[in-house]
Structures are given as structure tokens and as C-alpha cells.
């Protein structure tokens, strides 16, 4: 028994780098040759451009930004935000969309998605200043609006209480 230690040919085709050889059918093409950043810790780690068929980077998609929050992430954010007030004080725990209410507290969210969309569209983009804004300046409004209310609500407590000590006050 004969062994050869040279590897076959029908395993191994023979690689052609001859010009000549190079064909511009689709399986040589390099139409949509892409590669990612080497850099993992740069800015733009994971981002993939195309080149088109000059050689050129397609810019386009970078360009374009961020796309702005559709209808159901909204939705989402939503629910996330009215539920935050609970995980401060359990007693708030009522602000937070409740299953049997789900259907008309989408139908808020919705009308509010339409109005930003109108008014306000930035406020649906991804990363929005506003949002991050508004979630700083949120809680303080919050606080200052409970504060307000504890002072009415104990405002209401001394005019109800009689100030004569109680006498004559179930007559």
C-alpha cells in the first residue's frame, strides 16, 4: 500500500492569483464588501459601512441619525415612567398602569405620541434632550406638587378642628 503524502489536487483546487483570472461575475464582486471598526474602544465600535461601487463609504445611514421612537417603544416608556413613583414610595403604586385601565392608558400614551410627533418631535428621538431634561426636572416637580398638597391638606385639618377646645362645637 502506497502512501503519498502530497495533498490531492481535487481537495485542494489551486488558488489563481492571475489577473486574468479575476472576472467580475458576482461570486469575485466585491459590491457589498463590508468590514467593522478595529477599534472596540472607539466611538464608532460595531458600526459597518458599505462601501457602493466606486469604492466610496457610504455615509448615508450614519448621517441619518437616530430614528425617532415608534408608537409601541413609547408605549413602553410609558408604562416604565408611571411606575416610578412607586419604587419611591409604595403608596404611589395606584400611578402605575393597572391592567384593567391598560386599554384607556393607551389610548393616552397614543395621544400624546401624536402630539409630540406634531408639536414636539424631537422629544421622540432617542437619546432627546428634552426627555433627559425632563426626567431631571420631574421628580423636583413632583416633590414640590406633594409639598403643596401635604400644606392644603393640613390647612384643611386646622379649619375643620373647632379652636375653643370642643365646646359648643356639636351643638
Request: charged letters at 20%.
Amino acid at each position: 500500500m502506497e502512501t503519498n503524502d502530497q495533498p490531492s489536487q481535487e481537495s485542494n483546487p489551486p488558488i489563481n492569483p492571475q489577473p486574468e483570472a479575476m472576472t467580475s461575475s458576482p461570486e469575485h464582486d466585491l459590491d457589498s464588501f463590508r468590514a467593522g471598526d478595529l477599534d472596540p474602544a472607539g466611538d464608532d465600535a460595531g458600526i459597518i459601512l458599505e462601501a457602493d461601487e466606486a469604492g466610496e463609504f457610504n455615509q448615508a445611514a450614519d448621517e441619518a441619525g437616530p430614528e425617532q421612537l415608534d408608537k409601541g417603544a413609547f408605549w413602553e416608556t410609558w408604562k416604565i415612567v408611571w411606575s416610578l413613583p412607586a419604587s419611591i414610595n409604595p403608596a404611589f403604586a395606584p400611578l402605575a398602569v393597572q391592567p384593567e385601565n391598560e386599554t384607556g392608558e393607551r389610548a393616552a400614551s397614543d395621544a400624546i405620541y401624536r402630539l409630540l410627533e406634531i408639536w414636539y418631535p424631537s422629544a421622540l428621538m432617542p437619546q432627546s434632550e428634552t426627555i433627559g431634561l425632563a426626567l431631571v426636572a420631574g421628580p423636583v416637580l413632583i416633590g414640590k406638587a406633594m409639598i403643596v398638597r401635604e400644606v392644603l391638606a393640613d390647612r384643611r385639618v386646622r379649619q375643620a378642628t373647632p379652636t375653643n377646645g370642643g365646646a359648643g362645637w356639636l351643638q
